[in-house]
């Protein structure tokens, strides 16, 4: 780490030491080049199990899951390219690390490419331990894909309920027609009660030329 900076960073860590030995967050300072850790606040002993002594010793690669290491390098390219164009924003993502418990545990970062006058590129950056969000935003889903599963499931009953009504049971032999109610109509007494029209009766011109061949 640069002298200017890590001259800054003692300066701050002194004037607010019951501050930086007691944050919920950890703050931290990585070589751009090599991706390991130059400085690190007290405070990630509380989040990963490691000290920070333990930590210059660690890349970002031990510390992330497969997944999550690849995100960070695919970002850490987007930002480079960024930063060499002369923007000097912060980003923010989410990634899974391993503890020094074997344990996973999901992660906050915000960080952003630091770089000194005839000094190398840094990376300065805040990490917070966000497990109890992540377990929320994970039970949110679940719920929200349930609900779905279910109002999917009652669309398709509805469906099958509708092609089942329009299923008109007839029997067979007396042509009687049953209801919902499970009793049987007589054809014409169904079609008044269904439509409140009136049967009146007459002969098709097949019928009629069974039946009366003679007309």
């Not at 070589?31 to 989040?47: F, G, K, N, V, W």
């Not at 020094?100 to 590129?121: H, P, Q, R, T, Y």
């Not at 497990?131 to 349930?146: G, P, S, V, Y």
């Not at 279910?150 to 299923?167: G, H, N, Q, T, Y």
Request: glycine content about 2%; some cysteine.
């Amino acid at each position: 780490m640069s002298k200017r900076l890590q001259d800054k960073i003692e300066k701050l860590e002194a004037k607010y030491r019951v501050l930086a030995d007691n944050l919920l967050d950890a703050i931290w300072v990585l070589d751009a080049q090599t991706l390991r850790y130059e400085y690190m606040t007290p405070s990630i002993e509380r989040i990963s199990g490691y000290t920070p002594e333990e930590m210059m010793e660690l890349t970002i690669q031990d510390r992330l899951t497969p997944e999550s290491f690849a995100k960070v390098m695919a970002v850490l390219r987007e930002e480079k390219a960024r930063f060499d164009q002369g923007a000097r924003t912060s980003r923010v993502l989410e990634v899974e690390s391993v503890n020094k418990n074997g344990e996973k545990c999901w992660l906050e970062i915000k960080a952003k490419f630091v770089k000194e006058a005839d000094e190398s590129l840094k990376i300065v950056g805040v990490t917070r331990q966000i497990n109890e969000r992540k377990i929320a935003e994970q039970k949110r889903d679940d719920l929200i894909r349930k609900l779905a599963e279910a109002l999917a499931e009652k669309e398709k009953l509805i469906k099958e309920l509708k092609l089942l009504r329009s299923l008109l049971p007839i029997c067979s032999g007396c042509k009687r027609i049953r209801d919902e109610n499970d009793q049987w109509w007589p054809l014409d007494l169904y079609v008044e009660r269904q439509t409140q029209s009136r049967i009146t009766h007459t002969i098709c011109p097949d019928c009629r030329s069974v039946l009366y061949p003679g007309l």
